[in-house]
Protein backbone atom coordinates (compact mmCIF):
# COMPACT_ATOMS: atom_id res chain seq x y z
CA UNK A 1 0.00 0.00 0.00
CA UNK A 2 1.44 3.30 -1.03
CA UNK A 3 -0.19 5.43 2.30
CA UNK A 4 1.42 5.16 5.59
CA UNK A 5 -0.06 4.64 8.64
CA UNK A 6 -0.14 6.65 11.69
CA UNK A 7 0.35 4.81 15.37
CA UNK A 8 -0.43 7.84 17.35
CA UNK A 9 -3.66 8.77 15.40
CA UNK A 10 -4.67 5.01 15.02
CA UNK A 11 -4.32 4.80 18.79
CA UNK A 12 -6.75 7.66 19.64
CA UNK A 13 -9.52 5.50 20.43
CA UNK A 14 -7.48 2.42 21.18
CA UNK A 15 -10.37 1.18 23.95
CA UNK A 16 -12.88 1.32 21.41
CA UNK A 17 -10.75 -0.37 18.61
CA UNK A 18 -9.45 -3.10 20.79
CA UNK A 19 -13.05 -4.11 22.34
CA UNK A 20 -13.76 -6.26 19.21
CA UNK A 21 -10.36 -7.72 19.60
CA UNK A 22 -11.08 -8.86 23.44
CA UNK A 23 -14.34 -10.74 21.80
CA UNK A 24 -12.76 -12.65 19.04
CA UNK A 25 -10.46 -13.94 21.21
CA UNK A 26 -12.68 -14.57 23.58
CA UNK A 27 -14.57 -17.27 21.49
CA UNK A 28 -10.73 -18.96 20.77
CA UNK A 29 -11.31 -22.37 22.67
CA UNK A 30 -7.54 -22.86 22.48
CA UNK A 31 -6.16 -24.15 26.07
CA UNK A 32 -1.88 -23.97 25.51
CA UNK A 33 -1.44 -23.56 21.71
CA UNK A 34 2.42 -23.51 20.72
CA UNK A 35 2.13 -21.01 18.03
CA UNK A 36 0.06 -17.59 17.59
CA UNK A 37 0.46 -15.12 14.92
CA UNK A 38 -1.56 -11.89 14.33
CA UNK A 39 -1.89 -10.88 10.79
CA UNK A 40 -2.18 -7.00 10.74
CA UNK A 41 -0.80 -6.55 14.01
CA UNK A 42 -0.92 -3.03 13.92
CA UNK A 43 1.13 -1.15 16.78
CA UNK A 44 1.32 -4.13 18.73
CA UNK A 45 -1.32 -2.96 21.69
CA UNK A 46 -3.74 -5.94 21.19
CA UNK A 47 -1.10 -8.61 20.26
CA UNK A 48 0.31 -7.89 23.70
CA UNK A 49 -3.25 -9.41 24.71
CA UNK A 50 -2.53 -12.65 23.44
CA UNK A 51 0.53 -13.03 25.19
CA UNK A 52 -0.71 -12.58 27.97
CA UNK A 53 -3.43 -15.38 27.48
CA UNK A 54 -0.76 -17.71 26.10
CA UNK A 55 1.92 -16.79 28.05
CA UNK A 56 4.42 -20.40 26.82
CA UNK A 57 3.40 -19.68 23.16
CA UNK A 58 5.73 -18.49 20.68
CA UNK A 59 3.84 -15.45 19.41
CA UNK A 60 4.83 -13.17 16.25
CA UNK A 61 3.04 -10.01 14.95
CA UNK A 62 2.90 -8.74 11.01
CA UNK A 63 2.14 -5.97 9.62
CA UNK A 64 3.10 -3.68 6.32
CA UNK A 65 3.55 -1.09 7.91
CA UNK A 66 7.24 -0.11 8.83
CA UNK A 67 5.35 2.68 11.20
CA UNK A 68 3.29 0.26 13.19
CA UNK A 69 5.65 -2.08 13.63
CA UNK A 70 8.26 0.02 14.67
CA UNK A 71 5.92 1.47 17.65
CA UNK A 72 5.28 -2.08 18.36
CA UNK A 73 7.35 -2.77 21.85
CA UNK A 74 6.79 -6.21 23.99
CA UNK A 75 9.90 -8.43 24.35
CA UNK A 76 7.43 -11.54 24.65
CA UNK A 77 6.66 -10.72 20.96
CA UNK A 78 8.62 -10.82 17.56
CA UNK A 79 7.23 -8.58 15.48
CA UNK A 80 7.82 -8.03 11.82
CA UNK A 81 7.10 -6.03 8.46
CA UNK A 82 5.56 -8.55 5.73
CA UNK A 83 2.56 -8.61 3.58
CA UNK A 84 0.03 -11.50 5.20
CA UNK A 85 -0.59 -12.27 1.10
CA UNK A 86 3.13 -13.39 1.19
CA UNK A 87 2.94 -15.07 4.83
CA UNK A 88 3.18 -18.66 5.16
CA UNK A 89 3.20 -21.13 8.20
CA UNK A 90 2.40 -23.58 10.42
CA UNK A 91 0.67 -22.33 13.74
CA UNK A 92 -2.34 -23.07 16.46
CA UNK A 93 -4.10 -20.25 16.34
CA UNK A 94 -4.10 -17.81 13.38
CA UNK A 95 -5.93 -14.06 14.51
CA UNK A 96 -6.14 -10.75 12.18
CA UNK A 97 -8.05 -8.00 13.56
CA UNK A 98 -9.79 -5.47 11.29
CA UNK A 99 -7.52 -6.17 8.69
CA UNK A 100 -8.53 -8.16 5.63
CA UNK A 101 -10.82 -5.62 4.70
CA UNK A 102 -7.72 -3.96 3.17
CA UNK A 103 -7.07 -7.29 0.89
CA UNK A 104 -9.03 -6.73 -2.45
CA UNK A 105 -10.53 -10.44 -2.82
CA UNK A 106 -9.87 -11.74 0.61
CA UNK A 107 -12.59 -14.36 0.18
CA UNK A 108 -9.91 -15.87 -1.80
CA UNK A 109 -7.14 -16.01 0.67
CA UNK A 110 -9.35 -18.03 2.74
CA UNK A 111 -7.80 -21.15 1.68
CA UNK A 112 -4.44 -20.60 2.37
CA UNK A 113 -5.07 -19.28 5.67
CA UNK A 114 -6.78 -22.19 6.59
CA UNK A 115 -4.15 -24.42 5.22
CA UNK A 116 -1.59 -22.80 7.44
CA UNK A 117 -3.26 -23.85 10.61
CA UNK A 118 -2.42 -27.15 11.87
CA UNK A 119 -5.19 -29.59 12.36
CA UNK A 120 -7.46 -28.15 15.51
CA UNK A 121 -6.34 -25.24 14.79
CA UNK A 122 -8.26 -22.04 15.04
CA UNK A 123 -8.39 -19.17 12.82
CA UNK A 124 -10.27 -16.04 13.74
CA UNK A 125 -10.90 -12.55 12.09
CA UNK A 126 -12.23 -9.71 12.64
CA UNK A 127 -13.79 -6.75 9.73
CA UNK A 128 -15.69 -3.81 9.59
CA UNK A 129 -19.14 -4.22 8.03
CA UNK A 130 -19.86 -0.77 8.11
CA UNK A 131 -18.78 0.42 4.66
CA UNK A 132 -22.71 1.94 3.99
CA UNK A 133 -22.65 3.76 6.84
CA UNK A 134 -22.26 8.04 6.28
CA UNK A 135 -18.76 7.81 7.68
CA UNK A 136 -17.58 6.16 4.47
CA UNK A 137 -20.06 7.33 2.20
CA UNK A 138 -19.26 10.96 2.51
CA UNK A 139 -16.16 9.94 2.02
CA UNK A 140 -16.21 8.16 -1.72
CA UNK A 141 -18.84 10.85 -2.13
CA UNK A 142 -16.99 13.84 -1.46
CA UNK A 143 -13.26 12.26 -3.09
CA UNK A 144 -15.46 11.45 -6.62
CA UNK A 145 -16.26 15.22 -6.99
CA UNK A 146 -13.64 17.96 -8.82
CA UNK A 147 -10.73 18.73 -8.48
CA UNK A 148 -10.04 15.72 -5.72
CA UNK A 149 -11.39 13.10 -8.20
CA UNK A 150 -8.11 13.23 -10.11
CA UNK A 151 -6.12 12.12 -7.28
CA UNK A 152 -8.16 9.75 -5.17
CA UNK A 153 -9.69 7.69 -8.22
CA UNK A 154 -7.40 4.91 -7.30
CA UNK A 155 -6.47 4.71 -3.46
CA UNK A 156 -7.34 1.80 -1.38
CA UNK A 157 -10.65 1.47 -0.07
CA UNK A 158 -11.79 -1.52 2.66
CA UNK A 159 -14.65 -3.83 1.85
CA UNK A 160 -15.78 -6.71 3.63
CA UNK A 161 -18.92 -9.67 3.27
CA UNK A 162 -21.45 -10.39 5.72
CA UNK A 163 -20.90 -13.22 8.45
CA UNK A 164 -22.66 -15.78 6.13
CA UNK A 165 -20.12 -14.99 3.36
CA UNK A 166 -17.65 -16.11 5.63
CA UNK A 167 -19.15 -18.87 7.40
CA UNK A 168 -19.95 -20.52 3.90
CA UNK A 169 -16.61 -20.25 2.75
CA UNK A 170 -15.02 -21.52 5.48
CA UNK A 171 -17.53 -24.53 5.71
CA UNK A 172 -16.68 -25.75 2.54
CA UNK A 173 -13.41 -26.11 3.33
CA UNK A 174 -14.50 -28.36 6.57
CA UNK A 175 -14.21 -25.83 9.14
CA UNK A 176 -16.47 -25.40 11.94
CA UNK A 177 -17.70 -22.16 12.24
CA UNK A 178 -19.15 -19.41 14.74
CA UNK A 179 -19.66 -16.47 12.89
CA UNK A 180 -21.70 -13.24 14.04
CA UNK A 181 -21.68 -9.55 14.02
CA UNK A 182 -22.10 -6.19 16.57
CA UNK A 183 -23.11 -2.50 15.94
CA UNK A 184 -21.11 -1.23 18.79
CA UNK A 185 -22.16 2.48 19.61
CA UNK A 186 -19.60 4.46 19.95
CA UNK A 187 -20.06 7.82 22.40
CA UNK A 188 -17.13 9.96 20.86
CA UNK A 189 -16.14 13.61 22.41
CA UNK A 190 -13.67 16.26 21.33
CA UNK A 191 -13.14 18.23 18.49
CA UNK A 192 -14.69 16.07 15.25
CA UNK A 193 -14.19 13.16 16.36
CA UNK A 194 -15.76 11.06 13.28
CA UNK A 195 -13.22 12.43 11.44
CA UNK A 196 -10.58 11.93 13.87
CA UNK A 197 -11.67 8.08 14.01
CA UNK A 198 -12.20 7.72 10.10
CA UNK A 199 -8.92 9.54 9.60
CA UNK A 200 -6.29 6.78 11.56
CA UNK A 201 -8.58 4.53 9.25
CA UNK A 202 -10.60 4.15 6.19
CA UNK A 203 -10.05 7.52 4.78
CA UNK A 204 -6.42 7.73 5.42
CA UNK A 205 -5.34 6.92 1.90
CA UNK A 206 -7.77 9.05 0.05
CA UNK A 207 -6.40 11.74 2.68
CA UNK A 208 -2.66 11.24 1.75
CA UNK A 209 -3.42 10.71 -1.98
CA UNK A 210 -4.36 14.73 -1.87
CA UNK A 211 -1.44 17.38 -2.54
CA UNK A 212 -1.29 19.34 0.50
CA UNK A 213 -3.13 22.74 -0.94
CA UNK A 214 -6.10 20.77 -1.69
CA UNK A 215 -5.84 18.74 1.41
CA UNK A 216 -7.13 21.31 4.22
CA UNK A 217 -9.96 22.12 2.15
CA UNK A 218 -10.89 18.39 1.45
CA UNK A 219 -10.59 17.53 5.58
CA UNK A 220 -12.76 21.36 6.17
CA UNK A 221 -15.85 19.98 3.96
CA UNK A 222 -15.18 16.64 5.13
CA UNK A 223 -15.62 17.38 8.93
CA UNK A 224 -19.04 19.85 8.12
CA UNK A 225 -20.45 17.08 5.89
CA UNK A 226 -19.75 14.58 8.77
CA UNK A 227 -20.76 17.03 11.68
CA UNK A 228 -24.06 17.17 9.84
CA UNK A 229 -24.42 13.34 9.38
CA UNK A 230 -23.51 13.00 13.15
CA UNK A 231 -25.07 15.73 15.34
CA UNK A 232 -23.45 16.05 18.89
CA UNK A 233 -25.60 14.90 21.93
CA UNK A 234 -25.44 16.37 25.53
CA UNK A 235 -23.51 12.92 25.99
CA UNK A 236 -21.04 13.49 23.12
CA UNK A 237 -21.31 12.24 19.33
CA UNK A 238 -22.48 8.65 18.68
CA UNK A 239 -20.78 6.55 15.86
CA UNK A 240 -22.61 3.45 15.17
CA UNK A 241 -19.75 0.89 14.25
CA UNK A 242 -20.78 -2.92 12.86
CA UNK A 243 -18.02 -5.52 12.51
CA UNK A 244 -18.08 -8.77 11.94
CA UNK A 245 -16.64 -11.66 13.48
CA UNK A 246 -15.75 -15.11 12.51
CA UNK A 247 -14.26 -17.79 14.27
CA UNK A 248 -13.00 -21.21 12.69
CA UNK A 249 -11.81 -24.44 13.86
CA UNK A 250 -9.74 -26.40 11.05
CA UNK A 251 -10.52 -29.90 10.89
CA UNK A 252 -8.27 -32.80 12.84
Not at 8 to 25: I, K, N, Q, W
Not at 207 to 217: H, K, M, N, S, V
Request: charged share 20%; glycine share 8%; hydrophobic share 40%.
Amino acid sequence: MSHRWDPDRYLTYADERGRPFVELVGRIDASSPATVVDLGCGPGNLTSLLADRWPSAAITGLDSSPEMVAAADDPRIRFEVGDLRQWSGSVDVLVSNATLQWVPDHLELLPHLVASVRPGGWLAFQVPGNFDEPSHTIRAELAAEAPYAAHTRDVAVPSSHDPATYLAALAALGCTVDAWETTYLHVLTGPDPVFTWVSGTGARPTLQALPGDLRGEFEAEFKRRLATAYPEQAYGVVLPFRRIFVVAQVPA
